[in-house]
């Protein structure tokens, strides 16, 4: 059983960026792939960016293409969504999420993922 713990969220202005971290204890991190997802207020839980256990295969939603980073430290058991030119259609609780059979196929579906944590506010204003 893994416990994933979500950390980095914030409130910033339009244009900012924000570094979030997902740090995994038990399990077997180096095996997991992970993913990020979003809800915002009023909207249903939305996939972001997921990572393959090796870090082979990436996926972005479309609406973050080109502005967010999905990567992982597998020495630190930690994967992190580095947010560039934030817009207010940002504002959610993020939430990190693990695989436990690595990926790399489904990873944009929430159903795949096996662990979650508990979720990190990020606040944009415009």
């Known amino acids: 059983q893994a416990h994933l713990e979500e950390s980095g969220g914030g409130s910033v202005q339009a244009g900012d960026s924000l570094t979030l971290s997902c740090v995994v204890s038990?399990?077997?991190?180096?095996?997991?792939?992970m993913g990020w997802f979003r809800q915002a207020p009023g909207k249903e839980r939305e996939f972001v960016a997921a990572i393959s256990w090796g870090g082979s295969r990436i996926y972005y939603a479309d609406s973050v293409k080109g502005r967010f980073t999905i990567s992982r430290d597998n020495a630190e058991k930690t994967v992190y969504l580095q947010m560039n030119s934030l817009e207010s259609e940002d504002t959610a609780v993020y939430y990190c999420?693990?695989?436990?059979?690595?990926?790399?196929?489904?990873?944009?579906?929430?159903?795949?993922?096996?662990?979650w944590g508990q979720g990190t506010q990020v606040t944009v204003s415009s």
């Open positions: 999420a693990a695989d436990k059979y690595g990926g790399p196929c489904r990873l944009t579906t929430e159903g795949t993922y096996d662990y």
């Open positions: 038990g399990g077997m991190f180096s095996r997991y792939a």
